[in-house]
């Protein structure tokens, strides 16, 4: 990866994150967090927001079934 390049976070409906580079389009069924900067710096963010891998539907139906 060229370490000029400008990335952007990124957060599906399963609430999982991605890295995009910002001159990308964004692609469908994602949208920015906000989040942008080198590729560390971006990746960084990830590791400290996304602390739950588990995808969202996985999530909500443990929680369902413990209850």
């Not at 990124?10 to 389009?25: H, K, T």
């Not at 967090?33 to 590729?39: A, D, I, P």
Request: charged letters at 35%.
């Amino acid at each position: 990866m060229d370490e000029n390049t400008r990335y952007q976070v990124l957060r599906n409906d399963e609430e999982q994150y991605s890295l995009w580079p910002v001159d990308i389009e964004v692609p469908a069924g994602w949208q920015p967090v906000g989040k942008e900067g080198t590729e560390a710096e971006c990746s960084a963010y990830v590791d400290e927001v996304w602390t739950d891998m588990r995808p969202r539907s996985l999530r909500e139906r443990m929680e369902n079934a413990e209850a």
